[in-house]
């Protein structure tokens, strides 16, 4: 390459311009504000990673929990209950109530077909007044007969009549008795006639037995109903009622635990259909026998307090206590693990989870009952963070482990 032309490519640095002190100075400004950028966005990370927690839940205890003595299950069961049927066989005709309604003791229900009955009826009616109207007849025969009966013998004893007219007069008298005795008799056998009619009537009259509820329909209109249900597409029971006020829980109790368990003992029952309500209950016998096959004895439990939302057939769970239940010891309480709290600024707390963060909520302690601790400030349900408790802040994003 010729000399001429590399001098060409050499910089004349004496055309170059100086660089201005303003543009010198504003280098370490521009570091300064990309090192603050950094170190906001580093803080942002830091603040925005979540941190994994594990979890536990605010439940709903009752003081009783503490003094019990042991814990069973079973059912709710009428000890008054009946499936009530009629005495006859005939065609249903109507029906006077359905599920759910109240009977009192002798209401009539349901009623059979049962014009030929009323018509029996009738006619017993009509033959108790004729026979009573013959009765009158012979008493009134009787009356007569023995008006002159005396007569005669008063006039006998005078000799102004013949004997022949006496004996007359003492035949009919006689007649006359034994014919008021008969119509007497007749009037028996007309009454109980009647009596029989009016019966087999009200057999056709179903009535219910007892005060109690109708739990369920059984039959409809039209269906027969015989007494054993033997007959092709029969009904047996019309309606099944039941005692509410003998409402008791039948509970299982192993053999090995059956010496915790004594009659008039105070227990807490609870139903899996009202999760947060207790009733008081006592023990009301232990039935003299045991289950061979599953070790246990059956316990029946009364409620102290009936509640019409207790319903038979209704699971629930007793427990036996070690003493009576006080009116504070039936109040239910929140209550937590101790490990959740956390003391942050001289307030005790909780790290509530909502959502993907936590907040912190101030709680008050209170009792203690087992494991938990009653706690002021959440509600039953409500997730608080367990662990671990010294990486979270207020606000702080986290993810909850996974239940294996």
Known sequence: MPSDALNKLTIDKTQQKPVSGSRRGMRPAMISCGIL?????LVFVIRGRAVTIETTTATLVYPTQSFTRLNASGYVVAQRRA????????????????????????QIIARLENRDLAADVRQSEAGL????????????????????????????KQGIVAQADYDLAEARFRKAVAGTSGAEANVRVADATLSGARVSFDYSLIRAPFDAVVLT????????????????????????????????????????????????????????????????????????TADRSKASVMVKVSFVDLDSRILPEMSAKVAFLEREAGKEDQRPRIAVNPAAIVRSGGRDGLFLVRGDRVEFVQVKRGARFGDQLEVSGVKSGDRVALRPLEKLKDGCRVVLTEKK
């Open 129 to 156: 007044s004729n026979a009573r109207s013959v009765l009158e007849q012979a008493r009134a025969e009787l009356s007569d007969a023995g008006q002159s009966f005396r007569r005669q013998k008063e006039l006998l």
């Open 37 to 41: 950028i950094l170190l906001f966005a």
């Open 83 to 106: 499936a009530v049927a009629s005495k006859i066989t005939g065609r249903l005709e109507w029906l006077g109530v359905e599920e759910g309604s109240r009977v009192s003791g002798g």
């Open 217 to 288: 329909k059984n039959a409809d209109v039209g269906d027969i109903i015989t007494p054993l249900g033997a007959a092709a597409n029969a009904k047996a029971a019309v309606f099944t009622i039941a005692d509410m006020g003998s409402l008791q829980v039948e509970a299982d109790v192993s053999e090995s635990n059956l010496g915790l368990v004594k009659k008039g003992q105070p227990c807490e029952i609870s139903l899996d259909a009202l999760p947060n309500v207790r009733f008081r209950g006592v023990v009301h016998t232990i039935v003299p």
